[in-house]
């Protein structure tokens, strides 16, 4: 069973400090997703980062995919209020072709 | 370009009842996920159907069932509801099976 392993699970910061949110597995995914999720809505897909050691940048967000594709990585500069939410990483493919596997989500709050 | 829509938003039911939940999947998308999310947690994969067949399966007892249709429609049925069973249901469209998904709002469902 392939299981990601999602870290901190809560996190509250101040306006302006910066994060990281660590998403790890012992299994190989082909591509990893990352997705916010405000409350009562669907999982809104950030980025996917498909080859090992992939950086993606998006605004202040900075994703990354490990060399050996099991773990990732998001970083956000420079917190702000609108960052507030679920995020949830989630890895496809491997032995669960088709199947996300996800995380446990990173509930974050910043704080004005 | 109309995204994934589910139907109905909310649902109450009672234990012992049938639930039909629906999703109508992104344009141009050919395969339809259903996922179950608990309060504060990650979704967790129901199956998955593609060309009107169920291609994968999650942990998830034959209580729950689904359906595709030839336009990429798909439903999900719950026989038999249980308390557990309360949960955000989530649908989720991709191309080809293995592809990006990407998720509809859900459907809340409260079983009494």
């Known amino acids: 069973t392939q299981l990601l392993e999602q870290s901190p699970q809560f996190l509250s910061i101040q306006e302006g400090e910066n994060l990281t949110v660590y998403c790890n597995s012992s299994s190989v995914f082909s591509s990893l997703q990352w997705y916010r999720q405000e409350p009562g809505e669907g999982p809104v897909l950030l980025v996917t980062?498909?080859?090992?050691?992939e950086v993606k940048k998006l605004k202040r967000l900075t994703f990354q995919f490990g060399d050996a594709r099991k773990d990732s990585s998001l970083h956000i500069t420079a917190a702000q209020p609108g960052d507030t939410g679920l995020y949830l990483c989630?890895?496809?493919?491997?032995?669960?072709?088709?199947?996300?596997?996800f995380g446990q989500g990173t509930i974050l709050t910043v704080h004005p | 370009d109309a995204g994934v829509t589910q139907s109905p938003t909310h649902l109450i039911k009672t234990r012992g009842q049938q639930v039909t939940l629906r999703c109508s999947p992104k344009s141009g998308h050919d395969t339809v996920s259903w996922y179950q999310q608990a309060l504060g947690q990650g979704p967790q994969f129901i199956f998955q159907?593609?060309?009107?067949?169920?291609?994968q399966r999650g942990n998830f007892p034959d209580r729950f069932s689904g359906h595709q249709f030839p336009n990429y429609s798909s439903e999900l049925n719950v026989n038999a509801l249980l308390l557990g069973d309360s949960a955000l249901y989530l649908c989720a469209s991709s191309f080809g099976g293995s592809g990006t998904q990407y998720f509809g709002p859900g459907t809340r469902l409260l079983v009494l």
């Open positions: 989630a890895g496809a493919g491997g032995t669960s072709y088709g199947k996300l596997t």
């Open positions: 159907y593609y060309e009107e067949e169920e291609r």
């Open positions: 980062v498909v080859t090992g050691g």
